[in-house]
């Protein structure tokens, strides 16, 4: 397998390690192949806000995979999830399945592609969408207005459609209006940037975006992959109080089986085969073995209380590192929203993709690996987010800060 890994981030190359093989893992916590135990904050890089193995998604996955694991037919689980994300994301009319948030994302621009009959799309410097070949877009140099590709195999011609904006900038992107007014069919966004680590939208932003879209006659659609049921039942459509035309979600309404999904206004959906022509569709879509996990996992959400026991466990985590880092007056930016933060080893205000990247690497990979030895699993890149769970306690905690210390020292 290239680099030992199915999927690069998890190679250890971002902070020239070796990957860490996982045994087993229960709640908050990970086993190696070594027999290494480790405090996990990768959590599969968000889906297990639950925790590791939870015992009400374990049995509903056991009692699915006894009545047959996929049927290539529709199945009762499929509408159960789906009524479920509904009720949460009011926007949401009708929803369609897939394997993968890459496949939602996809799935969402060729229907707002086709739905707007225009065939530019603007996406932000550092927000990552998957690995569609024309989301696979890094900034053009200087101008960022055409992208260039950022992955060999991708021809040029794949990605001259795609326009580039700085996130947090509403400038940028009524530049690329003024130079494409009618040409653009969507915006696509991660409400919460989390793919160049944690970057929270300026107060404003995402309403500006809204409007703007709205007065262009485009589409906005909110990449929620990461964001939806992270920051809330209603995502960060809901905390921002934002309203996009598409969503695309995927991770967490999967319970840690694979699930992504896209939805939107009727009008817009009602384009999807086999209803309407937008040709789209999924081996494995909706399956009753990921659908099971996926309706334990928001089921257990909605249970009082949930959020925010979760926001305050990990703020507890976030100020106690924030004394560590004053205390040792290292220069450092930490952005949280909700259960999830990233600690950006600069001295600049991280509220872009050109920010971000002022990061100290070097630094942050120490810190990894320090923190690795003592048992504590954080991202292996600076550019992902820290993500807490339910299965995280106040020892858990406790635990990681005297770990953050000691690391945090030896690299000073
Ligand atoms: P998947 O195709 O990996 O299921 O989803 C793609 C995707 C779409 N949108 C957002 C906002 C995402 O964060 C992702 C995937 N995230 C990465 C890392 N943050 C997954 C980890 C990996 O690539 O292994």
Redesign the pocket.
Known sequence: MPGGVN????SFRAVEGTPVFIKKAKGAWAWDEDGNKYIDYVAS??PLILGHAHPEVVRAIKKAAEKGTSYGAPCEKEVDLANLILKSFLSIDMIRMTS??????MSAVRLARAYTKRDFIVKFEG?????ADYLLVKAGSGATTFGTPSSPGVPREFTERTLLAKYNNIQSVENLFAKHRNEIACVLI?PVA??MGVVPPKKGFLQDLRKITEDAGMLLIF?????GFRLGLGGAQKTYGVTPDIT?L??IIGGGL?V?AYGGKKEIMSLVAPIGPVYQAGTLSGNPLAMSAGVATLTKLREKGIYKRLNELTQFLVEGLREILEKLHIEAQLNSVGSMFTLFFTDCEVVDYESALTSNTKMYSGFFKNLLSAGIMFPPSQF??VFASLAHTEKEIDMTLKAAYNALKKIK
């Open positions: 999927s690069p981030v998890r890089w968000g993968s948030g890459t496949e939602a994302t927000c990552y969408h998957g690995h991660e989390a793919n990449d929620e992959v990461i964001t695309c995927g991770k694979p992504g992902e987010a």
